[in-house]
């Protein structure tokens, strides 16, 4: 992605990958953002391509936000992409992870810790929850016609869909 000019009125016709950017956060129903924490602050990286969408783009949408740090948990960045996601109207969901001393979490690309492995299928759950309640969403409905087909954690979207239902019954 080119870095932001700071006008977002500009479609980039030079850049497709701006626009793709645009056009999939716009379809998005649920957005995932995880950053590094860098020197107590989220990536540059995340905040130009944040920077490259407006309000159009992330209004309305549910969305969950993950650190890692390679020393201690602190929640800088978690609160730079709340902050900035609530400023384009959307719904931050009020629970979040901040994985401290991730080169001791991760074995093999997967998570050895038990816990943090059950705060990431609660963090699911929960998103699933505001997703059928803020956007109206029927997620077994979804999953069925792709809605989710790009989201890693579909399946436990699923089951926390799933649940939803058994507590309205």
């Keep these: 992605l080119p870095f932001c000019n700071g006008d977002n009125q500009d479609p980039m016709l030079d850049c497709p990958a701006v626009a793709e ?22 990536s540059g990286v995340l905040k130009n391509a944040l920077d490259l969408l407006s309000v159009e783009h992330l209004e309305g949408k549910v969305a969950g936000v993950i650190s890692v740090l390679g020393g201690g948990v602190n929640s800088n960045a978690l609160n730079d992409l709340s902050r900035i996601l609530r400023c384009c109207h959307a719904w931050v969901i009020p629970q979040h992870i901040a994985i401290g001393r991730s080169n001791t979490v991760f074995v093999d690309g997967r ?13 699911a759950q929960n998103l699933a929850r505001s997703s059928v309640r803020l956007c109206g969403l029927d997620l077994a409905a979804s999953e069925t016609h792709g809605t989710f087909r790009n989201l890693s954690i579909a399946a436990s979207l699923q089951s926390g869909a799933q649940q939803l239902e058994q507590q309205r019954n």
């Design 111 to 123: 998570i050895s810790d038990a816990g943090l492995r059950l705060r990431f299928e609660e963090f």
């Design 21 to 42: 950017l645009r056009r999939s956060v716009r379809d998005a129903h649920v957005l995932v953002l995880a950053t590094p924490e860098y020197h107590g602050g989220m």
